[in-house]
């Protein structure tokens, strides 16, 4: 079955960086959009980037822009989220995100602290 496995978050200053992985499973990664999502608590979930099947468009929210980048290795069946500059307002579960058999497959969620 579909499987997405999230990793790297954790606990970092302000200004500084951490870099997200998913793995995924169960299905032909390689032809399938990929997207980071996050939600902070008490807030709705928000898309955070995207990226397409060949990895040569993406996305990005407003608020990451510049600062975020999402990346994807078709051979490993993982994408990645590299966070720079990171503020407190980026603390959140994120969660790697498909849409497959027209459902949206998630993850479990890594938790991102930005904090001093």
């Known amino acids: 079955q579909v499987q997405l496995v999230e990793s790297g978050g954790g606990l970092v200053q302000p200004g500084g960086s951490l870099r997200l992985s998913c793995a995924a499973s169960g299905f032909d990664f390689s032809v399938y959009m990929m997207k980071w999502y996050r939600q902070a608590p008490g807030k709705e979930r928000e898309l955070v980037a995207s990226i397409s099947s060949t990895g040569f468009t993406t996305n990005y929210a407003d608020s990451v822009k510049g600062r975020f980048t999402i990346s994807r290795d078709n051979a490993k069946n993982r994408v990645f989220l590299q966070m720079n500059s990171l503020k407190p307002e980026d603390t959140a579960v994120y969660y790697c995100?498909?849409?497959?058999?027209?459902?949206?497959?998630w993850g479990q969620g890594t938790q991102v602290t930005v904090s001093s």
């Open positions: 995100n498909t849409n497959w058999g027209g459902r949206d497959r």
